[in-house]
């Protein structure tokens, strides 16, 4: 699917750190003693949680199967070292399809799987999520993106 068929929710520094803190809220009463974060996108949410639980054991599983917009082959490039748990939080910013959280099930079948945001494919997947996203929506997340001038609107009217 073409990123530019697809619709755009953009996603501001602020909102992401006020969803993460939102999803720490929810997490506060489990007991959890390390993180896994998928790498890449989980690893900003996996920071933040582990701040507001005070989580000081955090790893990464590295998981490759996008090219900026497009979804290919999933490979696990680097697996964790931490043990899987009842009390592990696996963290991820988005689930999409479900693939990769369908690899991440079978690494780690006893954790607590978290995103930020689900789209309806992969939401079966995940323990908990913040945020409901269409399908065919592309989330523009804020390291993704720079600030730039905008112009005004009458100016892009007059050309």
């Avoid at 933040?48 to 996008?66: F, G, K, P, T, W």
Wanted: negative net charge.
């Amino acid at each position: 699917m073409s990123l530019s068929k697809n619709k755009q929710f953009y996603v501001s520094w602020e909102a992401f750190h006020r969803a993460t803190k939102e999803l720490a809220h929810q997490l506060i009463d489990g007991g959890y003693t390390g993180i896994i974060a998928v790498s890449r996108g989980g690893l900003v949410p996996a920071a933040i949680l582990a701040r507001e639980l005070n989580i000081r054991l955090v790893d990464s599983v590295c998981v490759a199967s996008y090219d900026h917009n497009k979804q290919g082959k999933l490979q696990v490039l680097k697996q964790a070292s931490i043990e899987d748990s009842e009390k592990l939080l696996v963290v991820d910013d988005l689930v999409d399809t479900g693939e990769t959280a369908k690899v991440l099930r079978e690494l780690f079948p006893k954790a607590y799987f978290v995103t930020v945001y689900a789209k309806p494919k992969g939401k079966p997947l995940v323990d908990k999520y913040i945020t409901d996203i269409e399908q065919d929506t592309w989330i523009q997340l804020p390291w993704d993106m720079e600030l730039a001038y905008s112009q005004p609107l009458v100016e892009k009217a007059s050309h």
